[in-house]
């Protein structure tokens, strides 16, 4: 027994005439015939009875035309549904970010568009740290995920910058460099942050930007203070707000605690870059993972202009 089988015998069913049956399908009435025998055969059982007038269908005809609709239907929107992941309009994807990507105005709204014009898509999102991202997305946990600087590059993962926007110094609310509404708008120098209390997001979970703020304070002689390593920059930030120190944080976290933390541009000699990147595995850019990433260029295409 086959579909095609399956298909003739519904079609002789509704048609209740092999003739008319046969001229519906396409093909000639003696191959349709045998055909109908043949799946009878294998049942072991008669599904028509013939009269002068067309075919009427036995109690076992009736019980298998149920049947038989059902699987076709069943058969047909399971080669819709593949044909729809076929065109990255249909199927499960995981994507990841981190709390610093999510952020930025971007990340959600490229989340939103892919709901929003591809409802077949099934979005499952999850926050974590740069690293444990990385590492799922190696390991074909998720998709794909936002995150600001890699922090390790495994073997066949790609790393896509979508957006840059400039890392601004925050600082408590009554620290010294917060200054005033007359010098907010002044850039701050790296000297001044020489023995500042530095809090910084754990290196084995995000060491990219900070990484990259240390290393420049070492090549200009400056050495502030590591005051606390947490794990994400919410944490962070929170720690800025009651008084534990100063750190770096990507433009976009600007309106984190407005009421207890001033933010402030680095000069230009100390000016440090926060990507927004996406991380993904090389070899599987179909289906839905193409279109998302597909969006996720064009939205960035959008920012930039």
Same mark, same amino acid.
Do not use: W
């Given at each position: 027994?086959?579909?095609?089988?399956?298909?003739?015998?519904?079609?002789?069913?509704?048609?209740?005439?092999?003739?008319?049956?046969?001229?519906?399908?396409?093909?000639?009435?003696?191959?349709?015939?045998?055909?109908?025998?043949?799946?009878?055969?294998?049942?072991?059982?008669?599904? &028509? @009875?013939?009269?002068?007038?067309?075919?009427?269908?036995?109690?076992?005809?009736?019980?298998?035309?149920?049947?038989?609709?059902?699987?076709?239907?069943?058969?047909?929107?399971?080669?819709?549904?593949?044909?729809?992941?076929?065109?990255?309009?249909?199927?499960?994807?995981?994507?990841?970010?981190?709390?610093?990507?999510?952020?930025?105005?971007?990340? #959600?709204?490229?989340?939103?568009?892919?709901?929003?014009?591809?409802?077949?898509?099934?979005?499952? &999102?999850?926050?974590?740290?740069?690293?444990?991202?990385?590492?799922?997305?190696?390991?074909?946990?998720?998709?794909?995920?936002?995150?600001?600087?890699?922090?390790?590059?495994?073997?066949?993962?790609?790393?896509?910058? &979508?957006?840059?926007?400039?890392?601004?110094?925050?600082?408590?609310?009554?620290?010294?460099?917060?200054?005033?509404?007359?010098?907010?708008?002044?850039?701050?120098?790296?000297?001044?942050?020489?023995?500042?209390? &530095?809090?910084?997001?754990?290196? #084995?979970?995000?060491?990219?930007?900070?990484?990259?703020?240390?290393?420049?304070?070492?090549?200009?002689?400056? @050495?502030?203070?590591?005051?606390?390593?947490?794990?994400?920059?919410?944490?962070?930030?929170?720690?800025?707000?009651?008084?534990?120190?100063?750190?770096?944080?990507?433009?976009?976290? @600007?309106?984190?605690?407005?009421?207890?933390?001033?933010? @402030?541009?680095?000069?230009?000699?100390?000016?440090?870059?926060?990507?927004?990147?996406?991380?993904?595995?090389?070899?599987?850019?179909?289906?839905?993972?193409?279109?998302?990433?597909?969006?996720?260029?064009?939205?960035?295409?959008?920012?930039?202009?």
């Amino acid at each position: 027994m086959d579909l095609r089988q399956l298909r003739y015998f519904v079609t002789v069913a509704e048609t209740g005439h092999m003739t008319r049956a046969a001229a519906q399908l396409g093909i000639q009435q003696p191959p349709l015939s045998q055909q109908i025998k043949a799946l009878e055969q294998q049942l072991g059982m008669a599904l &028509l @009875r013939r009269h002068p007038k067309g075919v009427a269908l036995t109690d076992a005809g009736r019980l298998l035309l149920v049947e038989a609709k059902r699987l076709l239907q069943d058969f047909a929107e399971m080669r819709e549904r593949m044909a729809g992941l076929a065109r990255g309009q249909q199927g499960q994807l995981s994507v990841g970010f981190t709390s610093s990507a999510a952020a930025h105005a971007y990340t #959600p709204e490229v989340l939103r568009a892919c709901r929003g014009r591809y409802p077949d898509i099934s979005l499952t &999102l999850s926050e974590d740290n740069a690293a444990a991202l990385i590492e799922a997305v190696a390991k074909a946990r998720l998709h794909c995920a936002f995150i600001r600087v890699p922090v390790a590059r495994p073997e066949g993962l790609v790393f896509e910058t &979508l957006l840059s926007e400039p890392a601004l110094l925050a600082v408590p609310l009554d620290h010294r460099l917060a200054g005033d509404a007359k010098t907010r708008h002044r850039p701050v120098a790296l000297s001044e942050l020489q023995d500042e209390p &530095l809090i910084l997001v754990r290196r #084995p979970g995000a060491p990219g930007l900070y990484a990259n703020l240390l290393s420049l304070c070492e090549r200009e002689g400056v @050495r502030p203070l590591i005051a606390a390593e947490v794990e994400r920059m919410m944490t962070n930030l929170n720690l800025v707000a009651a008084g534990a120190g100063i750190s770096i944080v990507p433009a976009s976290m @600007r309106g984190v605690h407005a009421h207890s933390i001033v933010y @402030r541009s680095l000069a230009k000699a100390a000016a440090l870059e926060a990507p927004l990147t996406l991380a993904y595995r090389a070899g599987e850019q179909a289906g839905p993972m193409a279109t998302f990433l597909a969006l996720a260029r064009q939205i960035a295409a959008q920012s930039d202009a």
